[in-house]
């Protein structure tokens, strides 16, 4: 199984960095990937993660109003929605990826996420491609 | 500018079916305001069409390009190499760009990616409104700047009609009256006078019951000699 996830480096990056400091465990089949803002992702990037075999992609930014970028989260989320669009469109079901917002203390709360989406997999099944390749 | 949206995806599928070699061709012009044919639009617009093939066996090769104005000849001549080896070219410009790339290249089937709309202006981020109707003949100067040919969903040259309320049309609660904005306009520009003047009869001759439009400024066409002379492209 191979999970993107899309954090940026302010609240998301910090939380699962503290998840780390704390002992938390969460899956290995997780990688992450930091941005300097959840709105710097772009929708192609995350259709490529998908091509590239990704079974899901999340993208974790700032609590809303709270955003070290005052709107990238929302930005995000909006792009977010317009991609789970396009991945039903294409017959990938959109539910493979979700954007969630969360604080740097919120460690827990990133463990939840990830343990959300490895479930997730596990209900949808693999990602056809990465079953091909 | 001209307004257009996407057409959806899966009719984007089905018209690419059977070919195999494929360019997503943008145009930085009007339609990337609109966000329907800019550059991002077209990145995305090609990486579902791969993604899509890589699930659904297709083998489409997918190349994408975009250009400043698909309209203009010069721009998409630019596309000769683009070009090459290609089957299909998708075009997420208007129909004008679409148009001007199968004029070019006659031997690569141009498929419309996008529906145009109208010539409108951004209302707000994400908010397209249609303002002109391209009648040909412009009573922009008698309705305070307000066009009642596609402003007025009746096109009342005389307006408003008994379906205005509260300054909104009877069609729809979200559409503004034209007329009432026609007034409040010429208010504010203390030419309330220009309301008494009836406006008669249009005349739709330069609209578009005639065929195809034309405009020739015979200034700036150049004559044969002119054009060897300055390396015009055919």
Known sequence: MRIIGYI???????AADLAGQSGLRYSSDVVLIRLPCAGRLDIIQVLKAFRDGADAVFVAGCLEKNCHHVYGNIEARKRMEQAKGILDAIGLNGKRLEMFNLAS????????????????????????????? | MIIGEQKPFKELCALLDGHKEIL??????????????????VGVVAESLRLYSDLN?????????????????????????RTKGKDAVLSLACGVGAQSVQSLYPGIRV????NTSNMGAPEEQGVFVEKCGGCGDCVLHLTGGICPIVRCAKSLLNGPCGGSQNGKCEISPD????????????????????????????????????GPRKIVRPEAVLTPVEKELRGAKE
């Open chain 2, 111 to 114: 498929l419309p990616g996008l």
């Open chain 2, 175 to 210: 559409v503004p009256c034209a007329w009432d904005q026609i007034y409040h306009s010429l208010e504010r520009l203390g030419r309330l006078d220009l309301l008494e003047e009836l406006i008669p009869p249009k005349n739709w001759l330069p609209s578009r019951s005639g």
């Open chain 1, 8 to 14: 940026c480096d302010h609240a998301a990056y910090s």
């Open chain 2, 24 to 41: 997503v061709a943008g145009c930085r012009s009007c339609v990337a305001i609109c966000l329907a044919g800019g550059e991002k639009e």
């Open chain 1, 105 to 133: 203390n919120q460690d827990f709360k990133f463990k939840e996420i990830v343990d959300m989406m490895v479930k997730r997999v596990e209900e949808l099944g693999r990602n056809p491609l990465a079953v091909r390749a």
């Open chain 2, 57 to 81: 066996g297709k083998e489409w090769r997918v190349d994408e390009v975009t250009v400043e104005r698909q309209c203009e000849k010069e721009f998409v001549l630019d596309l000769i190499e």
